[in-house]
């Protein structure tokens, strides 16, 4: 396919991206694991991004985008995230020694806020919803010179997230089918970029809660659509709607769009935690858990499913399991 320009997003920002990236964050293992893979009945492998520095994917994004920050001379990143992606950019921050600015909703995960300010971030609470923090992120912004960092709907932040779709294909050329799971869409729009730029045979499947459902009903209506309410244990994963930059990219790259419950989700987290003692966390586990279901798409293929990230607190994790074992 070669380099085509889609919507902003090239295959060449994402290999420039690699580039800027590679020394700093980690190129995450791929593992397999004979008895997952056998419940999954295909040729399992997990990309494991939730041991990438920060414990998710988002820092190849946020560093992507801090460091094009930097080396144009700017002071300071600002972002409204109180999750993985204001963890990601408060540490790449730190790196260039900028200055970052979070805003986070009021009722905010402690644990996660104390990973930004450990990093340096300055830390603002407002209100609950994404839109208000987004907002006010972009005005501070404006007021004091900070460049905004999106967690998703900017071309610098695909590309980054773009670079796991050629990792992967330097370590398992022979993939056939890559599962990611879709928030805002940032994750999914990078490495469909990269996987369609470089082999348009391997098919790419985003992965969203039932509970969040706005990449599978803006493909069933043919438009971005915005859900009036979310409702999933995946926090990453509870966006109300995919970005203006990402829709149209995944609309023409992504083969399909599948949902898993909540309940396929803990139990995604549980098997992975007991057979392969590693820790997802909800949005994390979300392709696992589609690869876990029966029946699925993916009849003895080659498969990477990409375990995005592994924070959460052992409050909410116990929490959880907790309901898993009253339920299985
Ligand atoms: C662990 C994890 N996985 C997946 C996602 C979804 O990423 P995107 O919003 O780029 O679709 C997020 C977003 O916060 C996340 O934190």
């Known amino acids: 396919m070669g380099d085509c320009v889609l919507n902003t997003l090239t295959l060449s920002a994402i290999d420039e991206a690699y580039e800027r990236i590679h020394d700093v964050v980690h190129r995450t293992p791929i593992i397999r694991n004979h008895s997952l893979a056998e419940i999954a009945n295909c040729d399992l492998v997990l990309k494991a991004e939730n041991l990438q520095r920060t414990g998710s994917f988002k820092i190849r994004g946020a560093f992507n985008k801090t460091a094009q920050v930097y080396e144009a001379g700017g002071s300071g990143v600002v972002t409204g995230s109180s999750g993985n992606h204001g963890a990601a950019t408060a540490w790449a921050a730190r790196y260039f020694k900028l200055r970052s600015h979070l805003v986070v909703p009021e009722n905010a995960m402690p644990e996660k806020v104390e990973a930004a300010r450990h ?22 912004s404006h007021n004091l010179g900070l460049s905004f960092v999106a967690p998703f709907d900017d071309p610098d932040v695909m590309a980054g997230q773009g670079t796991i779709g050629l990792e992967i294909l330097h370590q398992l050329p022979e993939v056939e089918f890559i599962l990611v799971p879709v928030g805002g869409g940032g994750l999914i729009a990078g490495i469909a970029t990269a996987i369609k730029g470089k ?8 992965v969203e809660p039932v509970g969040a459902p706005k990449a599978y009903q803006s493909r069933q209506q043919g438009r971005r659509i915005v859900l009036k309410f979310t409702d999933t244990i995946a926090d990453g994963l509870k966006t109300s709607s995919l970005g203006e930059k990402t829709y149209p990219i995944i609309e023409r790259l992504v083969d399909d769009i599948v949902q898993v419950d909540d309940n396929e989700i803990r139990r995604a987290m549980f098997l992975l935690l007991s057979r392969q003692k590693m820790l997802a966390e909800p949005s994390g586990a979300a392709t ?27 409050a909410t994790l116990f929490h959880l399991f907790d309901s898993y074992a009253s339920t299985s």
């Open 288 to 314: 696992l858990a589609y690869a876990l279901r029966k029946p699925n798409r993916l009849h003895h293929r080659k498969t990477v499913a990409v375990i995005s990230g592994g924070n959460i607190d052992a």
């Open 119 to 140: 990093y340096g971030a300055d830390i603002e609470f407002l209100g609950t919803t994404s839109q208000e923090r987004l907002e006010r992120a972009q005005a501070i």
């Open 199 to 206: 082999r348009p045979d391997v098919r790419v499947i985003g």
